[in-house]
């Protein structure tokens, strides 16, 4: 052996063929953002391919009919709103253990020391795990925000001063603003209360009736929820009629679909617990730069060649949340949160 060969060093197997971006990307990216329940279920209106802004138009009027004559009129209230949905860039960076990884790959074959880079099934597997935990932070800050701009807040805790930064809220002032907000009794959200007359949901809905009844002749009109508030609910329901419950099954049986007064209700698990949103899904907007070239997805075989059993998983994706219409929410919750 040579002294050139016994001083050389095999490089590191860091293979292009993973490394994704764009349209390559999007079959490791979209699961990361897609599979948060609030969009797999298509509760809100998403928008895909925007690469850094994307204005929201939305139409309001009172009233376009006028008395018939030769002219044209100009005292409609047919007005054209406009609210820009901003991008935030937002990364996955993780590094996974061999070991935990494989006893779980069903698909497993042949030593460590062979799965590389090359083995395209245990490439798949590791970035479909990693995908997966990023779902759920994806639905996380879709509502609390932290990450980006959620519905409810922005610094990913649903208090006072998170929530009167939160876009539901901009449009106005912080003690007045543009979303109709409703203080809940005391009590209002406990499984005992939570469907009364003096329940978070009467509450709401009443909210909506006295200042703007129209969104509840959406075809898409909903409450948004958490599951913890949907779990009170069930609770209630089941206890209700001298804890008889609906169709007199007491609390032996189950909740498939939930609704109030025939709205339906979206349970999304990043939703804050005690708070209720009360509005259309075409009125919350979700977007990202999915299909663009501003998505990336690496992954790289990192124990070649730094002495850890790991794999090192990368990606890159932006994403935005926006109202179209603040004024045709109703957010719901204690004075703590929506209180002066």
């Known amino acids: 052996m040579t002294r050139a060969s016994r001083r050389a060093f095999a490089a590191p197997l860091v293979s292009p063929d993973t ?10 990216v979209a699961p990361a953002l897609k599979m948060a329940k609030t969009l797999t279920e298509g509760w809100v209106r998403q928008i895909d391919g925007i690469q850094s802004k994307a204005v929201i138009s939305s139409l309001s009027s009172t009233g376009v009919l006028v008395t018939a004559n ?7 209230s047919l007005t054209l709103g406009e609210r820009v949905l901003e991008l935030t860039d937002i990364a996955v960076m993780e590094a996974l253990c061999r070991g935990t990884l494989l006893p779980t790959w069903a698909g497993m074959t042949g030593a460590r020391e062979t799965m590389t880079a090359g083995n395209p099934e245990f490439v798949t597997f590791s970035m479909a795990t990693v995908a997966g935990y990023a779902a759920q932070g994806v639905e996380n ?14 610094d990913g805790e ?39 007359s003096t329940g978070a949901f009467h509450e709401a809905y009443n909210k909506a009736v006295a200042g703007n ?8 009109v909903a409450f ?52 209720l949103v009360l509005t259309y899904e075409d009125n919350l907007v979700v977007g990202s730069n999915l299909a663009t070239d501003y998505t990336s997805a690496q992954y790289i075989d990192a124990w070649q060649y730094d002495g850890s059993d790991n794999v090192k998983i990368a990606m890159r994706f932006g994403l935005g949340m926006q109202v ?5 929410c109703v957010v719901a919750a204690y004075d703590a949160v929506i209180g002066d």
């Open 19 to 28: 490394t994704y971006a764009g349209e390559r990307a999007a079959p490791y």
């Open 70 to 76: 030769c002219d044209w009129s100009s005292t409609d």
């Open 141 to 154: 800050t879709i509502w609390k925000g932290g990450l980006a701009n959620g519905f409810l807040s922005n």
């Open 158 to 196: 649903f208090n006072n001063a998170g929530y009167r930064a939160s876009i539901l809220a901009a449009g106005g002032t912080e003690t007045a603003p543009v979303a109709l907000e409703k203080v809940v009794t005391e009590n209002g959200f406990t499984a005992a209360n939570i469907g009364k």
């Open 213 to 220: 009844s129209a969104i509840l002749d959406k075809q898409d």
């Open 224 to 275: 948004y929820c958490s599951t913890q508030t949907a779990g009170n609910l069930m609770q209630f329901l089941g206890q209700s009629g001298s804890n008889q419950g609906v169709n007199m099954a007491g609390v032996n049986q189950g909740f498939p679909s939930l609704q109030y007064l025939g709205i339906p209700i979206h349970v999304c698990p990043g939703m804050a617990n005690e708070a």
């Open 324 to 328: 179209g219409i603040p004024g045709d």
